[in-house]
């Protein structure tokens, strides 16, 4: 069955994971299992009949038998990439790409083999770093897409015709969602329920969601992305300033005592410090606060007035709104987020 195809939710569709040097094992074999579930776990585990296809899941790769995921995994792909090949949906697992991090040789061939494959009319779906392999296609050029929030500026730098929506987790590229891209590592999830509606329809992705109790991130990236202060930057009076307002964050007047201490008359010390960082300083003071503000929502049981005071904020309401904006969530939900994981295993 093609993809791009009207299809039954009996039907049988055929699924390429696309493994290259420093993929995700735990990720690549997480979408492994739970696609090949479909139609069969659910009658295993509660006996109840389920009227549904299947997924038939290879992994391929462009290397040789000795492909290496992170961590130094050994990966036995199924299939090396030929352009014969004929699939109904590809999914590119997340790729660990460290800083100053260049493809290699494997990247262009697995680019190549992309293009011929959405010739074809195949279903591209990435999750995490995989969609800056997409993007690396061009085949994102003009459109949207998500991905981890550290690879937000990496995606926008080297191919700035794409458009990048970091704080999504789940997002088309197109209305015929031939192309979707997930955001961080474990939006896998996401990914795969949507992908297990989308072929064999809700009740299928539900039952699924429940035997492998999979997670919500209905609130999208911004709660889990942290405030992480420039300092590649080369302008010193600059720098000085960002370690001072590191501990006089909750000061009053923040942004003028920073003017004063760097002795620039105050358009220039915008302009300065807004080109140093990529932030105004009212924008960077505000997510200093907000990044404290998150700490302690974690890790006391301090009330939410109390917190908005003690980084800097007479008037809670304010305070609620600004925490909204820039996290995604409101403090109280936040702190609920949060909490649950510090009491695991208490």
Same mark, same amino acid.
């Given at each position: ?6 299809? /039954? %939710?009996?039907?049988?569709? =055929?699924?390429? &994971?696309?493994?290259? *040097?420093? $993929? +995700? ?77 260049e ?8 680019a ?17 770093t995989? /969609? %800056?392999?997409?993007?690396? =296609?061009?085949? &994102?050029?003009?459109? *949207?897409? $998500? +991905? ?25 590229a ?27 329809g ?34 010193a ?17 923040? %942004? ?86 510090r009491?695991?295993?208490?």
């Amino acid at each position: 069955m093609n993809a791009s195809k009207e299809h /039954s %939710v009996t039907d049988t569709v =055929t699924v390429a &994971l696309l493994a290259i *040097p420093n $993929t +995700s094992a735990s990720v690549l074999y997480c979408l492994h299992d739970v696609l090949v579930s479909v139609g069969d776990m659910w009658t295993l585990v509660t006996g109840q009949q389920t009227d549904v296809g299947r997924f038939t899941v290879s992994i391929v790769s462009p290397e040789s038998q000795n492909l290496r995921c992170f961590g130094s995994v050994r990966v036995q792909p199924d299939r090396f990439l030929n352009e014969n090949d004929d699939y109904d949906l590809i999914i590119i697992p997340d790729i660990v790409m460290e800083p100053g991090f260049e493809p290699g040789p494997e990247w262009a061939t697995a680019a190549d083999w992309l293009l011929k494959m959405n010739d074809k009319g195949t279903v591209i779906t990435t999750v995490c770093t995989g /969609s %800056v392999l997409l993007a690396a =296609t061009g085949l &994102l050029n003009g459109k *949207p897409c $998500t +991905s981890h929030w550290s690879t937000a500026k990496v995606i926008s730098s080297r191919f700035p015709e794409v458009t990048v929506l970091a704080d999504r987790i789940l997002l088309p590229a197109d209305e015929e969602h031939r192309l979707v891209t997930s955001g961080g590592s474990a939006s896998w999830e996401e990914l795969v329920l949507y992908l297990i509606k989308r072929y064999f329809g809700y009740e299928e992705a539900a039952r699924i969601c429940k035997l492998y109790l999979l997670s919500d991130r209905g609130d999208g990236q911004l709660p889990f992305t942290p405030m992480i202060p420039p300092r590649d930057h080369e302008d010193a009076v600059i720098g000085e300033c960002q370690q001072w307002i590191a501990d006089h964050y909750a000061d009053e007047n923040p %942004v003028s005592r920073m003017a004063s201490r760097s002795k620039l008359n105050e358009r220039t010390f915008k302009r300065r410090f807004k080109k140093a960082t990529g932030y105004r300083p009212v924008e960077y003071v505000q997510t200093l606060r907000i990044e404290e503000a998150k700490q302690m929502l974690e890790t006391t049981g301090d009330t939410v007035e109390d917190i908005a005071l003690s980084v800097g904020y007479e008037d809670s309401a304010f305070f609620r709104r600004l925490f909204r904006r820039l996290a995604g969530i409101s403090p109280s939900k936040y702190r609920q987020k949060f909490q649950t994981i510090r009491q695991l295993g208490t």
